[in-house]
């Protein structure tokens, strides 16, 4: 005869199948992840630009001018699925993103690349040279395979602590055609690694790390950083990347090498952002030389902590006086 044990466990069996049976049946086939699933006939042929819009008259506040000037970082670009993430806002960085944003260092990601790609979750890997001014362009040419449809990539900020531009998970495919061309105005972001608030910040490791966060022009909301411009609702674009679909003709074989620019891209102009005055609080006020009930006056005086540039509030009165009061007065010996 059977236990009661045994007929306990196989009622759960059948239970759980049935409620297996029914999950499936209202889940439905599953699906790519934000449509994601590229079905176009063989890969397709991009010329990627990036440029620099990193410039003294857009981004007056603190502009790198020396040691180093304001300058781009070799742009590194994966294409890939849904699978994996170079970076993500939102996200802790990883030990790869973090020596890229801070040192400018690639052996990490590229690392972590040539892993993915082993398990066909990344199709390939581009990089270009640096661009060693704010305003520039750096190029290069794609080659992106439906299977790996996603293209993201970060270029960092020298100098910065942890700052950084990218785009994360572009897809360059719509379901069976390829884009024919697509152009992004890119922002700042910080990693969440280094606590800096300026260009020339010293190294101050974030403990605990945070997450990659958007710089915005109130955001950190503080008046020592770099990109805090109260004034302006949103930052101009410090870059952008403007990626054209090329047709691969048998007899082009040679690459579109770094800091050609394509005739079809001409570099975007922005208007220049005012940057008001700042100046220290008032100092003490000093003590009056001078009789106190006529003719005697006491000074105070305060300074300049950052020059106005493109029509911005010019600097107030730096010097103030004001009739003395007895307490304050001090009789000449």
Same mark, same amino acid.
């Given at each position: 005869?059977?236990?009661?044990? #045994?007929?306990?466990?196989?009622?759960?069996?059948?239970?759980?199948?049935?409620?297996? %049976?029914?999950?499936?049946?209202?889940?439905?086939?599953?699906?790519?992840?934000?449509?994601?699933?590229?079905?176009? %006939?063989?890969?397709?042929?991009?010329?990627?630009?990036?440029?620099?819009?990193?410039?003294?008259?857009?981004?007056?506040?603190?502009?790198?001018?020396?040691?180093?000037?304001?300058?781009?970082?070799?742009?590194?670009?994966?294409?890939?699925?849904? #699978?994996?993430?170079?970076?993500?806002?939102?996200? #802790?960085?990883?030990?790869?993103? +973090?020596?890229?944003?801070?040192?400018?260092?690639?052996?990490?990601?590229?690392?972590?690349?040539?892993?993915?790609?082993?398990?066909?979750?990344?199709?390939?890997?581009?990089?270009?040279?640096?661009?060693?001014?704010?305003?520039? #362009?750096?190029?290069?040419?794609?080659?992106?395979?439906?299977?790996?449809?996603?293209?993201?990539?970060?270029?960092?900020?020298?100098?910065?602590?942890?700052?950084?531009?990218?785009?994360?998970?572009?897809?360059?495919?719509?379901? &069976?055609?390829? %884009? +024919?061309?697509?152009?992004?105005?890119? +922002?700042?972001?910080?990693?969440?690694?280094?606590?800096?608030?300026?260009?020339?910040?010293?190294?101050?490791?974030?403990?605990?790390?945070?997450?990659?966060?958007?710089?915005?022009?109130?955001?950190?909301?503080?008046?020592?950083?770099?990109?805090?411009?109260?004034?302006?609702?949103?930052?101009?674009?410090?870059?952008?990347?403007?990626?054209?679909?090329?047709?691969?003709?048998?007899?082009?074989?040679?690459?579109?090498?770094?800091?050609?620019?394509?005739?079809?891209? &001409?570099? +975007?102009?922005? &208007?220049?952002?005012?940057?008001?005055?700042?100046?220290?609080?008032?100092? &003490?006020?000093?003590?009056?030389?001078?009789?106190?009930?006529?003719?005697?006056?006491?000074?105070?005086?305060?300074?300049?902590?950052?020059?106005?540039?493109?029509?911005?509030?010019?600097?107030?009165?730096?010097?103030?006086?004001?009739?003395?009061?007895?307490?304050?007065?001090?009789?000449?010996?």
């Amino acid at each position: 005869m059977m236990s009661s044990d #045994h007929l306990t466990c196989g009622w759960l069996q059948q239970l759980l199948l049935v409620l297996l %049976k029914f999950c499936l049946a209202f889940a439905g086939p599953l699906r790519p992840l934000n449509g994601t699933e590229c079905t176009a %006939k063989g890969p397709a042929s991009y010329i990627l630009v990036f440029t620099g819009h990193w410039s003294p008259q857009a981004f007056p506040k603190q502009y790198p001018l020396f040691r180093p000037p304001a300058q781009w970082s070799k742009l590194l670009a994966v294409s890939h699925n849904r #699978h994996f993430r170079l970076w993500e806002e939102g996200a #802790h960085a990883s030990a790869g993103v +973090q020596s890229f944003a801070e040192v400018g260092v690639t052996v990490e990601l590229m690392k972590t690349a040539k892993e993915a790609r082993k398990r066909r979750t990344v199709g390939a890997m581009y990089r270009t040279a640096g661009i060693p001014n704010g305003i520039g #362009h750096s190029s290069t040419e794609l080659l992106i395979q439906p299977r790996s449809s996603l293209m993201s990539l970060m270029v960092k900020m020298i100098p910065s602590p942890d700052w950084f531009v990218g785009v994360d998970s572009l897809n360059l495919c719509e379901g &069976s055609q390829w %884009k +024919q061309e697509v152009t992004i105005d890119l +922002q700042p972001y910080d990693a969440g690694t280094d606590s800096g608030f300026t260009f020339s910040s010293p190294n101050f490791p974030t403990s605990p790390p945070e997450n990659i966060t958007k710089i915005t022009s109130q955001m950190p909301n503080h008046p020592a950083n770099s990109f805090y411009y109260p004034r302006l609702q949103d930052l101009p674009p410090i870059a952008s990347i403007k990626i054209t679909r090329q047709s691969r003709s048998p007899d082009r074989q040679t690459p579109m090498s770094n800091h050609i620019l394509p005739n079809s891209i &001409s570099p +975007q102009r922005f &208007s220049v952002t005012p940057l008001d005055c700042e100046v220290s609080l008032w100092s &003490s006020w000093g003590l009056c030389l001078g009789p106190c009930s006529r003719g005697g006056v006491r000074h105070r005086t305060r300074y300049i902590l950052l020059r106005p540039a493109n029509a911005g509030t010019p600097c107030p009165e730096l010097e103030e006086q004001a009739e003395c009061v007895p307490h304050s007065c001090m009789k000449l010996q």
